[in-house]
């Protein structure tokens, strides 16, 4: 049997490279459209919330800080406490608008070891702490094949109810709160049509920042300060309208010291203070 003339086989070439392409064309639009539809959902996970607050000892100016306690902070408070994250996202005006409400909610016991202003250690052991924060994200959505970038800003809530003496007749509530406001970017790349990765980074300013102690008749506002926040997550889209996904999140900010305030015989202030939250999440997501 002869072998195809040079016509036969350039056509043949021709026809496969033709079919190779239209494939990859179909492919990287699968995965474009695998990046935009990962972005209408509503999202519900468990969380898991690693806390670290420090008020360091060496950052007082007050008269009432003269007598240093015997380490490096005035209070420290670390610990994992557990909580709920609820979401809403998604693309509007022909896909090039991104949109998300989020809101976290998280309460547990964790480690405390304080001094007082005087430098007197107080008890060592547990303190209460519920946290709570909501927040609103609008960008831009600038996709590219497999890729997406979202610039955006960000504005939300930060709220910590820290009860100081678990389980003592000394116990007493502090109230923490601040707005913020972030600049920040969002990367999201589809591996496949069904596994979708996202990374993003943000830095900003806390806002309004106040403390409030009832039990003392103590309320101040604190020292804006720096804010970032990064995280990266990991979809995995079951079907048309569920889906699996892990994330993982991170936010450090800090709080100014506050003016003094007399109370009674004694002269009240808050000192500066550093936060560092480590988020760990995993759930199921609903797409629309």
């Known amino acids: 049997m002869g072998h195809p003339c040079p016509e036969v086989r350039f056509l043949k070439k021709l026809l496969l490279a033709a079919l190779t392409a239209s494939v990859l064309r179909g492919t990287v639009c699968a995965h474009e459209r695998a990046v935009w539809n990962i972005d209408d959902n509503v999202s519900a996970a468990y969380r898991l919330t690693d806390l670290l607050y420090v008020e360091p000892s060496d950052t007082c100016a007050l008269a009432v800080c003269t007598n240093a306690p015997p380490s490096r902070y005035f209070d420290?408070?670390?610990?994992?406490?557990?909580?709920?994250?609820?979401?809403?996202?998604?693309?509007?005006?022909?896909?090039?608008?991104?949109?998300?409400?989020?809101?976290?909610?998280?309460?547990?016991?964790?480690?405390?070891?304080?001094?007082?202003?005087?430098?007197?250690?107080?008890?060592?052991?547990?303190?209460?702490?519920?946290?709570?924060?909501?927040?609103?994200?609008?960008?831009?959505?600038?996709?590219?094949?497999?890729?997406?970038?979202?610039?955006?800003?960000?504005?939300?809530?930060?709220?910590?109810?820290?009860?100081i003496g678990v389980g003592t007749r000394y116990a007493y509530e502090e109230d923490y709160h601040h707005d913020y406001v972030a600049l920040g970017a969002l990367i999201q790349v589809a591996f496949t049509r069904h596994l979708i990765g996202s990374v993003y980074a943000a830095a900003g300013q806390t806002l309004n920042p106040a403390i409030a102690v009832a039990a003392l008749g103590f309320s101040q506002g604190l020292g804006t300060a720096p804010l970032v926040k990064a995280g990266a997550s990991l979809d995995l889209r079951l079907s048309r309208w569920l889906g699996l996904y892990a994330a993982v999140r991170y936010t450090r900010f800090s709080y100014g010291q506050s003016a003094p305030q007399e109370s009674g015989n004694l002269v009240i202030m808050e000192p500066q203070s550093d936060t560092v939250i480590a988020d760990y999440e995993g759930g199921l997501r609903v797409f629309f």
Not at 104 to 121: I, L
Not at 136 to 142: D, H, K, Q, S, V
Not at 144 to 161: L, S
């Open 76 to 163: 420290r408070e670390s610990g994992f406490i557990n909580g709920l994250h609820a979401s809403l996202t998604g693309l509007f005006l022909g896909d090039r608008m991104y949109a998300r409400l989020a809101y976290d909610r998280a309460s547990g016991n964790v480690r405390y070891q304080g001094y007082a202003q005087n430098g007197t250690a107080i008890s060592n052991g547990v303190s209460g702490a519920i946290i709570s924060d909501y927040g609103i994200r609008l960008g831009a959505a600038f996709p590219d094949g497999a890729v997406m970038a979202v610039p955006f800003i960000e504005y939300g809530h930060h709220a910590w109810q820290r009860l």
